[in-house]
């Protein structure tokens, strides 16, 4: 069993910048994709960013492109998520998501078995 637990959210202003963290214990050898998700008040939950756990490559969503990095660290079983250039828009709370079996697509929640309870992130503009 994975847990996960987010940290980092707060308020910001626009253009200014925040950085997630998520740290990951259990069966954290078991894991083949890590992810940041979003839910904004009324909306479905987004896909921001993901990272493999093998290989280490990244994928982000065209609206957090050339803003946002996700990166990892193996020994501290940690994921980052560095968010720039923060809109009003990226209001929302972020989960972190992990994926215990492989799959080519690191788009869809359903990929995703574990889940962290999310940290809020306000951005005023």
């Known amino acids: 069993q994975v847990q996960l637990v987010e940290s980092g959210g707060g308020l910001v202003q626009a253009g200014g910048s925040l950085r997630l963290s998520c740290a990951a214990s259990?069966?954290?050898?078991?894991?083949?994709?890590m992810g940041w998700f979003r839910q904004a008040p009324g909306k479905e939950r987004e896909v921001v960013a993901a990272i493999r756990g093998s290989g280490g490559s990244t994928y982000y969503a065209d609206s957090v492109k050339g803003r946002f990095t996700i990166a990892g660290d193996k020994a501290k079983n940690t994921v980052y998520l560095q968010m720039n250039s923060l809109k009003a828009e990226d209001t929302a709370i972020y989960y972190c998501a992990a994926g215990a079996i492989w799959a080519a697509d690191w788009a869809p929640p359903r990929n995703y078995n574990y889940w962290g309870r999310g940290t809020q992130v306000t951005v005023s503009s």
């Open positions: 259990g069966g954290t050898l078991s894991i083949y994709l």
